[in-house]
């Protein structure tokens, strides 16, 4: 198993700044691909931004620009610097990893509020 935990969350003004970590434990070794998920309330969770071993990237389309994904492999974290933050990008944030052997791994999920 691989143990997720988020931090960095929070309340900021429209065209503000935030920066996510997740702290990957357990069987590390096994993940080949980190990214943030978002859900707001009534809506799906959905792809924000990801990064596999490669450090080949993808975003999704309203974020690009303006959201940046990075990696820390000796330290097994991964962030996401989201700049110029815009109310709509207010949402549950999760941690996601991919494993071989096992697939998803989530952590528990981090609020960003973005005020207008």
């Known amino acids: 198993q691989v143990q997720l935990v988020e931090s960095g969350g929070g309340l900021v003004q429209a065209g503000g700044s935030l920066r996510l970590s997740c702290a990957a434990s357990g069987r590390t070794f096994s993940i080949y691909s980190m990214g943030w998920y978002r859900q707001a309330p009534g809506n799906e969770r959905e792809l924000v931004a990801r990064i596999d071993l490669h450090d080949s990237t993808e975003y999704l389309d309203s974020v690009k620009g303006r959201f940046t994904i990075s990696r820390d492999n000796a330290k097994d974290t991964w962030h996401l610097q989201m700049n110029s933050l815009k109310p709509e990008d207010t949402a549950v944030y999760y941690c996601?990893?991919?494993?071989?052997?096992?697939?998803?791994?989530w952590g528990q999920g981090t609020q960003v509020t973005v005020s207008s």
């Open positions: 996601n990893a991919a494993s071989y052997g096992v697939g998803y791994n």
